[in-house]
């Protein structure tokens, strides 16, 4: 079965990225899937992964005064959780 959902929020631009950071409430995840949506988009893509237990990523590849929505979902070898909640953050 999937792991369960994190719980996740989004954090202020800090240090020339977006801190996303969630709760793990999954004890068979192998990793963290981050997810981005912003601009225009109305789809998520892949921005970054973690290993099990991380609770924090970094989003170094955000712009400037662009507002995003981040989604994280946890995985293992072989299917990954339902998403977070998104988190909104910028403009």
Do not use: H, L
Request: proline share 8%.
């Amino acid at each position: 079965p999937p792991p369960p959902a994190p719980t996740g929020r989004a954090t202020a631009r800090v240090a020339g990225g977006v801190r996303v950071t969630w709760s793990d409430n999954s004890g068979n995840e192998t990793g963290f899937r981050i997810e981005r949506r912003g601009g225009n988009s109305s789809s998520m893509i892949e921005v970054g992964s973690v290993g099990a237990g991380v609770q924090e990523f970094v989003d170094v590849s955000a712009t400037p005064n662009t507002g995003y929505a981040y989604q994280v979902r946890a995985c293992n070898n072989k299917v990954c959780s339902t998403p977070s909640n998104e988190a909104i953050v910028g403009s």
